[in-house]
Nanobody
Framework: QVRLVESGGGLVQDGGSLTLSCVAS??????MGWVRQAPGKERTFVAA??????????YYADSVKGRFAISRDAAKNTVYLQMSRLKPEDTAVYYC???????????????WGQGTQVTVSS
């Protein structure tokens, strides 16, 4: 049984930092990603990381480039999302997901975690 379990969400002030973690069990994935959903809005891609022969490749939404960093610990089957310089518009439920069913940068993934709330206060 595949499970993705996120942790690390919370309340942070504008400009602050948070690190999300996602532990996968039941299967390993070449590509894992983060997708978020703000209140009243559709899900949107945030970041993804793929492990290939030449090493890891990372992908980011334009809105988070330079502020968020995705990384992975293969031994722990865990993916991280380090978020810095957070803004109120980053407020959303963040979901860990794997693998992508279409483009890596889409919001269409096969398995999903339960989500973790990130709230950025102004």
């Amino acid at each position: 049984q595949v499970r993705l379990v996120e942790s690390g969400g919370g309340l942070v002030q504008d400009g602050g930092s948070l690190t999300l973690s996602c532990v996968a069990s039941g299967r390993t994935f070449a590509t894992m990603g983060w997708v978020r959903q703000a209140p009243g809005k559709e899900r949107t891609f945030v970041a993804a990381i793929s492990i290939g022969w030449s090493g890891p490749s990372t992908y980011y939404a334009d809105s988070v480039k330079g502020r968020f960093a995705i990384s992975r610990d293969a031994a722990k089957n865990t993916v991280y999302l380090q978020m810095s310089r957070l803004k109120p518009e980053d407020t959303a439920v963040y979901y860990c997901a794997a693998p992508p069913r279409k483009a890596v940068t889409s919001d269409d993934y096969e398995y999903w975690g339960q989500g973790t709330q990130v709230t950025v206060s102004s």
